[in-house]
């Protein structure tokens, strides 16, 4: 069974197109995220989610809007594509207990931009 | 703000020899610390986790990490590479995040070759 599952895992659009990616977490868990790695493999969190609410909005152009229709889904809605947007972008979950705050990722979506 | 410094970005070892990837951090109280790795067009999976308890750490795969405070470093090491252990590793920090959650801050990996 996928813990944390992504759609789609390939995305190749155009210049000015507004795409999404979805998320969901069959974990339980509270905490959602978003990352974004570049072509040289930087790993960096744009936005969380715990329990459907915006915890962490990093500097993220808002171009990029995260909804939480429930505490196992976050998706990615981007507007108008730059060929900048061109990564791989992770979705993460965890729950936080006392002592455990490992993420759990999914398999990642490569997003590339023409 | 907490961060973490992996030292070398490429480690080159041949099958059956040690391995041992470098990573500091910087943190202004005990950090959180993790291993994860990254095998080539995959996401990423945790190998360990420091959170306080042992300062020396057993992951998957064979891997341990120790964490020395004197030296800030938390170094990755395993007895013995296989070639399945070819992959990115990424030394990660955790921040607690008010509202819920944490905030992991990625080193920016070292990549791991294994040779026969």
């Known amino acids: 069974d996928t813990a944390v599952s992504q759609t789609p895992k390939y995305l190749v659009t155009q210049m000015g197109n507004d795409k999404s990616i979805k998320c969901e977490q069959n974990?339980?868990?509270?905490?959602m995220y978003w990352y974004k790695q570049d072509s040289k493999k930087f790993l960096k969190i744009m936005f969380s989610?715990?329990?459907?609410?915006?915890?962490i909005n990093e500097t993220v152009p808002n171009r990029f809007s995260p909804k939480s229709p429930d505490k196992a889904h976050l998706n990615l809605h981007i507007n108008s594509l730059e060929l900048g947007d061109s990564a791989v972008y992770f979705c993460?979950?965890?729950?936080?207990?006392?002592?455990?705050?490992?993420?759990?990722f999914g398999p990642g979506t490569r997003l590339t931009v023409l | 703000a907490q961060s973490v410094t992996q030292l070398d970005s490429h480690v080159s070892v041949s099958e059956g020899t040690p391995v041992l990837l470098r990573c500091n951090y910087s943190?202004?109280?005990?950090?959180?610390l993790f291993w994860y790795v990254q095998h080539p067009n995959k996401g990423l999976q945790l190998l360990l986790k420091?959170?306080?308890?042992?300062?020396l750490v057993k992951g998957i795969n064979g891997f341990e990490a120790e964490f020395k405070k004197s030296e800030t470093s938390f170094h990755l090491t395993k007895p013995s590479a296989h070639m399945s252990d070819a992959a990115e590793y990424f030394c990660?920090?955790?921040?607690?995040?008010?509202?819920?959650?944490?905030?992991?801050?990625f080193g920016t990996g070292t990549q791991l070759k294994v040779e026969l």
């Open positions: 974990l339980g868990h509270d905490t």
């Open positions: 943190s202004s109280y005990s950090p959180s």
């Open positions: 420091y959170t306080s308890a042992a300062t």
């Open positions: 989610y715990n329990n459907k609410e915006l915890i």
């Open positions: 993460a979950s965890s729950q936080v207990m006392a002592g455990v705050n490992e993420q759990f």
């Open positions: 990660v920090v955790s921040d607690w995040v008010t509202g819920g959650g944490n905030k992991l801050t």
